[in-house]
T-cell receptor, first 113, second 109 residues
Framework: NAGVTQTPKFQVLKTGQSMTLQCAQDMNHNSMYWYRQDPGMGLRLIYYSASEGTTDKGEVPNGYNVSRLNKREFSLRLESAAPSQTSVYFC????????????FGSGTRLTVV | GEDVEQSLFLSVREGDSSVINCTYTDSSSTYLYWYKQEPGAGLQLLTYIFSNMDMKQDQRLTVLLNKKDKHLSLRIADTQTGDSAIYFCAEKEDYKLSFGAGTTVTVRA
């Protein structure tokens, strides 16, 4: 099925551990995004990639790095996880239509203890 | 999403209409969106409106846009239990969307 696939769906990390969240889309979209969702705060943009080969910081980039591996894949890395990074992480890609709507993955629920 | 504001909760009786309100700050936004998030799932695009429109209707959904007041609303007619979800308002800014905090809609019998 076409769409945005995120792995893993759930993860528990200890403070200081590192991990990479994976995201892939098969819709040939140029732009991809990483958001985090926290209760009462909605979605906040961490990083985005407007096109293959480019990445830019969003609202809350500290503690994260990204890689746009190719047009399909956009990964998010936590080098040294902190409890403040406990959140639900969503990857999205931009639809091709002029309405600019996003297609979202189903999310990764990350807990840092 | 500090540039997009919405109330956090709405409780509505099944069969009634729901109205979710949103205010935004960027007067140059060309598109405004409503997304729905069901428990444990990602966000789904419900509907959108172009900034040169005042109203858009799509089955049970009606979007109203007041550009002067930078106010956007989503009306759901004949609200059903399956409409229980979090609804996000979003505006387009350059290459990205800026989201509100989301309105949790609870439908009671």
């Amino acid at each position: 099925n076409a769409g945005v696939t995120q792995t893993p769906k759930f993860q528990v990390l200890k403070t200081g551990q590192s991990m990479t969240l994976q995201c892939a889309q098969d819709m040939n979209h140029n732009s991809m995004y990483w958001y985090r969702q926290d209760p009462g705060m909605g979605l906040r943009l961490i990083y985005y990639s407007a096109s293959e080969g480019t990445t830019d910081k969003g609202e809350v980039p500290n503690g994260y790095n990204v890689s746009r591996l190719n047009k399909r894949e956009f990964s998010l890395r936590l080098e040294s996880a902190a409890p403040s990074q406990t959140s639900v992480y969503f990857c999205a890609s931009r639809t091709g239509g002029a309405n600019y709507g996003y297609t979202f993955g189903s999310g990764t629920r990350l807990t840092v203890v | 999403g500090e540039d997009v504001e919405q109330s956090l909760f709405l409780s509505v009786r099944e069969g009634d209409s729901s109205v979710i309100n949103c205010t935004y700050t960027d007067s140059s936004s060309t598109y405004l969106y409503w997304y729905k998030q069901e428990p444990g799932a990602g966000l789904q695009l419900l509907t959108y409106i172009f900034s040169n429109m005042d109203m858009k209707q799509d089955q049970r959904l009606t979007v109203l846009l007041n550009k002067k007041d930078k106010h956007l609303s989503l009306r759901i007619a004949d609200t059903q239990t399956g409409d229980s979800a979090i609804y996000f308002c979003a505006e387009k800014e350059d290459y990205k969307l800026s989201f509100g905090a989301g309105t949790t809609v609870t439908v009671r019998a």
